[in-house]
């Protein structure tokens, strides 16, 4: 199939399936006499992967690895073990943002419901004082 199609059936841009040709990622690809490209029928689904490992956070370095090495030829070993160490990395990330988060509602409600007496440094030395101790809260005892 001529490129417009592959791009129409998958959704991406000509230029983007040309990136990912350029890179590597996709190898079913022949030249017909007048120089057109002309993608092979797993060049669909090859897109269909790479754009929802994208989707999960994988780069194309790391996408390349998860790709089979020809038409039915994965190397499920290598394959599973990318998708755990991908799953690793996302809890990592979901347990930082869970701290960040909870870090910036202390920040919100430090600066919310400051004492109202106070002069100004006098506030941003409290809420700063707010954070160090939900700081030292979230990092529990010393080891």
């Keep these: 199939m001529k490129i417009g199609e592959l791009a129409k059936r998958s959704g991406l841009t000509a230029s983007r399936i040309r990136f990912y040709e350029a890179s590597g990622l996709i190898k079913s690809v022949e030249r017909q006499a007048n120089g057109y490209r002309d993608y092979g029928d797993d060049a669909l689904w090859i897109l269909e992967i790479i754009s929802g490992a994208q989707a ?12 089979p090495f020809g038409p039915n030829i994965w190397q499920h070993e290598d394959l599973l073990a990318s998708l755990q160490r991908k799953l690793a990395e996302i809890e990592v ?18 600066v919310t419901n400051r004492p109202e007496g106070m002069d100004c440094a006098d506030r941003t030395q409290w809420v ?16």
């Design 56 to 67: 999960a956070g994988f780069s194309l370095e790391e996408i390349r690895s998860l790709l």
């Design 93 to 110: 990330m979901q347990q930082r943002l869970a701290r960040n988060k909870a870090q910036l509602l202390v920040a919100i409600d430090s």
């Design 128 to 143: 700063l004082e707010r954070l160090r101790a939900h700081g030292e809260q979230d990092a529990g005892p010393a080891r």
